[in-house]
């Protein structure tokens, strides 16, 4: 079982996102992921940012990694939206839910075997972008949320992408590149 005041305790930053409906649908995506994947409340800490990319040694999980890219994504939001409102229009809590659920599958896509994190079955065909885009739409998230989701990672690579989405994705590589100096497989 995972409540939302878990998800609330460990992400103070789900506060930032203004519109409270928008919230408890982030929350409910997330608890879900958690769930769906087998994950709980004492065991959730452990899920590793990356299985393969990141060495088992690199101490940060993927909790860690959310708070980095909700942060960025808050300065980014903080900075640029209101320096270039005349030109290009962009909703803070649609980066910063998408910030929030966009690695939210990695829940579903990695799992503990044998003691360790390893892929769960199945992984290959469907990875945390698009399973967690597919996830949020279940949840009634907005589409800019949902593209935002799906394009974040390489998958995004040849996308459109929104301001929301070219946010999230350049707060997301920054995070992981900056762990990858270090720590990289
Ligand atoms: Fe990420």
């Known amino acids: 079982m995972v409540t939302k005041r878990f998800l609330l305790d460990e992400f103070p930053e789900v506060?930032?996102?203004?519109?409270?409906?928008?919230?408890?649908?982030?929350?409910?995506?997330?608890?879900d992921a958690l769930q769906t994947g087998g994950?709980?409340?004492?065991?959730?800490?452990?899920?590793?940012?990356?299985?393969?990319?990141?060495?088992?040694?690199?101490?940060?999980?993927?909790?860690?990694?959310?708070?980095?890219v909700m942060y960025l994504c808050k300065v980014m939001c903080d900075w640029y939206i209101p320096r270039y409102a005349e030109h290009i229009d962009c909703d803070p809590d649609m980066v910063l839910a998408a910030a929030f659920l966009h690695d939210c599958?990695?829940?579903?896509?990695?799992?503990?075997?044998?003691?360790?994190?390893?892929?769960?079955?199945?992984?290959?065909?469907?990875?945390?972008p698009l399973a967690?885009?597919?996830l949020a739409a279940k949840h009634g998230l907005p589409p800019k949320?949902?593209?935002?989701?799906?394009?974040?990672?390489f998958e995004g690579s040849d996308s459109y992408q929104s301001p929301e989405s070219h946010l999230l994705k350049q707060a997301d590589s920054a995070s992981f590149g900056y762990l990858y100096l270090r720590f990289h497989a």
Do not use: Q
């Open 132 to 134: 967690g885009a597919i």
């Open 15 to 31: 506060m930032w996102i203004k519109d409270e409906a928008l919230r408890e649908k982030c929350l409910d995506t997330f608890a």
């Open 145 to 153: 949320v949902i593209h935002a989701i799906a394009t974040h990672s």
């Open 39 to 68: 994950w709980d409340e004492e065991n959730a800490s452990a899920c590793p940012i990356a299985v393969t990319e990141l060495s088992p040694e690199c101490p940060l999980g993927n909790f860690s990694h959310v708070h980095d």
């Open 105 to 128: 599958c990695k829940y579903t896509e990695y799992t503990i075997k044998d003691g360790r994190p390893a892929y769960a079955e199945d992984a290959r065909y469907m990875r945390h």
